[in-house]
């Protein structure tokens, strides 16, 4: 095939002749923006990470839900009721900590460590131990330690329960960035890392290391999840299977593969040597450390469990220590090894704001968005100022798109993609529906979608630890799908649209977490649905390394941007005319796959967001109105040209 290439825009005394212009010419328009908060659209109660322990006056669990600001509860574990809740400053949420043999707790949440004293009326904030690192995944210790894997660094540090002093082990193996489950036992840590399954151990003193070689099989899997040592067994859940496999510390040996778990995480023993663990099919499981016997137990409908503990209910139904977990909606699992008892009981961890992920204006003139990581749909009604919240409708929404009165969403994990009819209740399992899903061509994340006849299309990132995305073609009645991956070699599809009979896709460096780009600049490429080929590539703007909007004209020329710089492309002659920087950005980041969202307003502006700012552009002049600031990448713009954007879980409307 022979691509034509594309001719740079224009020189750079040109461009910054057209870029003074527009600085100096007149807004345009110059009458004052009005910014309304709407409200909070989405409140869900995600609980991801949890640990428990005792102390002298009790057994609890530390339970963290997640929100725009995350919150600790401490919940009782022997009347299933919370005691108190603390906000966790500068913090969503978090996937995990550890209890010391005083009881004080760590948690870790998002880049930071936070501790809790039993009886306190607050956590202690410290910090941000490891500069660099954004994310704390598991937490462990060795009684005087806490350990902590990170993320994109993929080290380990430990903090000194007696000190304070803090200790980075550094990347835990060359190229990984995630230390995604940790363990600790015998002087030794385990860290879990991904994105390619990875299993190290560590020596706390010295701080040399050997991998421990997966089984043959299970070498293809992207995570260790899950870690746990109990009298030097090693229980290792990876993903994406899900597979609990279990390894003889003192024979070096995997001896044990026992099916599949929803984890998170094995029990500490019982009194019997029995660990226990949440099985995929919903069953409680026991495996005993001295016999290797797994035998299922009579606990069925077990959730998925975040992080396990013991209990004293102290009843004759439920004699001596009671096994408790609590699941990711709040409710604590019970279970009596000596008598079977099995119970569940909700807890009472308040739900908090969530963070907005997506916008957009419905065919019904309702406002819809989903929520960061618990997902949701909602719909804002303008006309009455009201909100129908349906949490649990639909997963975490990367794109949603209205096309011939439906709205399309592209739901991660999994590239998972969904119809929902806004004219008919909102009801889970049907409306929304799922019609298909990219799994299995390894996307991820479907950012970029656009309506082309009876499909509708969608632009993905892959999966962890690749790179490569797709541009899809589905059709939502039928499910038939048509998958194109490396249309751009090495790069995702971030941007769509529908240019006649073709489709222009815009592309991004950057696959999916744990890569690192082998290309540099970003891509335009035409698209012909009919002959499933692709008629053209080029360039966009030199340097930049991802395409995040693209938006047709009524004159059919179309309007890009990158992160914060807009471009204007002609189809038919396949050149950028005029190029115009809204917002600085640098470059030099983790990723890009997401940023700046553009509508044309019944003025004929073009308006988005670049970046954090709300701006509108006059397309003749390329005079810019910046209305807004402080905003997330999360907007849209209804019928009437009445704009909609997030700051953190709340929801702000914005007239001109």
Known sequence: MVLHRLRRAAPLAVLTTLLAAAAAAPPAHAATPTETLVGVPHHNLAIYGATFGSSPDGDYAYAVARGTTGALSVIDTRTATVIRTMPLPGAGGS?????????????????????????????????????GETTAWRLANDGRHVFVGTYPGGKVYSFDHRTGEVRDYGQIWPGEQYVRSIAAANGKLYAGLGTVARLVEIDIAAGTRREIPLPEP????QFVYDLDVYQQTLFARLANSNRMLVHDLRTGEWIADLGTSNGLNVSPPDAKKNVYFGSTSGRLMAYNLDTRALTPTGFTGFGTARGYGWTHLDTKEWPGRTLVTINLSGVLYYYNPQTGAHKVAPSGVPGLPAQLQTLVAGPDGRIWSSAYPSGGITAYDPATGTF???????????????????????????ANLFELDPAKPVVRGSNPRQFGTLRNDHQDRPFAITGVGARVAFGTIPEYGQLGGALSFVDPATGAQEVHRNVVPDQSVTALTTVGDLVLAGTGVWGGLGTV???????????????ATKVWEGPAIPGAK???????????????????TLFEFDPVNRTVLRTLEVQPFDWNVDHVWRSDHLAFAPDGALCGNFRNTVACVDTTTLAVDRLATGIDDVWTMDADGVMYYARGGELYRLTR
């Open 517 to 531: 780009p082998t290309q540099t600049e970003a891509r335009l490429f035409l698209w012909d649905p009919a002959t």
């Open 218 to 221: 299970y070498r293809a899997e």
């Open 546 to 564: 991802a395409i995040t909007a693209l938006i047709v004209a009524p004159n059919g020329h179309v309007w890009g941007s990158t992160a914060g």
């Open 388 to 414: 129908s919240e349906n949490a649990g409708a639909l997963g975490q929404a990367e794109g949603l798109r209205s096309y011939q009165g439906k709205i399309y969403a592209g739901v991660y994990p999994g």
């Open 95 to 131: 996937w995990g900590g550890t209890v010391m043999p005083d009881g004080t707790a760590y948690l870790g949440a998002d880049s930071k460590l936070f501790r809790y004293r039993p009886g306190a009326a607050s956590v202690d904030d410290l910090g941000s131990p490891v500069p």
